[in-house]
């Protein structure tokens, strides 16, 4: 018997992935270094306790997924599990908090190659559903 899969659903992580790109993008910008460590205590509280606990995922799946029409195409749009989820935010704190901690010593320009490299892993996973730690993962 098929038991659900334990995770969030695909577009909620699609929008929080998004989220977390465009936001680090616009904090890169308009140089505001304050949205990098904000996102990183988002994420690694989610890392933490799971994919219900990311702020993000919790505005999509309360405030916008209600209004919207089910998915019901040929393809749909399915779950992503919970481990890749929390590795993925876990990843992505990791990245955050290395980029904050370069700001804090004055050494901006890595931690802007961080976030700019940490906002394009978003954006690959909210575009294709590729989750770099699942490439990370296999042998």
């Known amino acids: 018997m098929n038991q659900p899969v334990e995770g969030v ?15 680090l993008l616009a904090a890169f910008v308009f140089r505001v270094p304050l949205i990098v460590p904000l996102l990183a205590i988002i994420l690694g509280i989610s890392a933490l306790a799971g994919p219900r606990a990311n702020g993000l995922n919790v505005v999509f799946e309360r405030g916008i997924a209600p ?14 599990a919970a481990p890749v989820a929390r590795a993925q935010d876990a990843l992505a704190a990791g990245a955050l908090v290395g980029a904050s901690s370069m700001f804090l010593l004055g050494v901006g320009f890595v ?4 976030v700019m490299g940490e906002a ?18 296999k042998p």
């Open 9 to 23: 659903d695909a577009r909620t992580d699609r929008v929080a992935q998004g989220a977390i790109g465009v936001a």
């Open 67 to 80: 209004r919207l029409p089910r998915p019901g195409g040929a393809v749909p749009e399915g779950r992503v």
């Open 111 to 114: 931690g802007w190659v961080l």
């Open 120 to 137: 394009g892993i978003a954006i690959v996973a909210a575009t294709t559903r590729l989750h770099v730690v699942e490439l990370l993962r």
